[in-house]
């Protein structure tokens, strides 16, 4: 499984509709499961950097992208991602640097 953080934006429909994006999340988890990828956590930032962060694992990378590609086309968010490493994993990469 891969872990991922998502930073997403809202664009300006996300802002214009902010009242309804609570309730934009209960599709966004349906969506997930279409791509065999599960929401760990969702919380909301507005007034940082990012309006929401998001924790989610996939089975690769490719099916978190697809994800939030598709998150994406409903045109409220733009999101930025990440993998995310445990310290377990963290020493698999490390080891692999030598």
């Not at 309804?20 to 997930?32: G, Q």
């Not at 930032?45 to 998150?71: C, I, N, Q, R």
């Amino acid at each position: 499984m891969v872990t991922g953080i998502a930073f997403l934006k809202w664009t300006d429909h996300g802002v214009n509709t902010y009242r309804e994006t609570v309730d934009r999340l209960e599709p966004a988890l349906k969506l997930a499961g279409k791509f065999g990828v599960e929401v760990k956590e969702t919380y909301w930032t507005p007034g940082g950097p990012y309006d929401l962060v998001g924790v989610a694992e996939g089975p690769d990378t490719k099916s978190l992208t697809a994800y939030l590609l598709a998150l994406q086309a409903g045109g409220f968010l733009r999101a930025t991602w990440a993998e995310a490493f445990r310290a377990d994993e963290m020493r698999q990469v490390i080891a692999i640097g030598g």
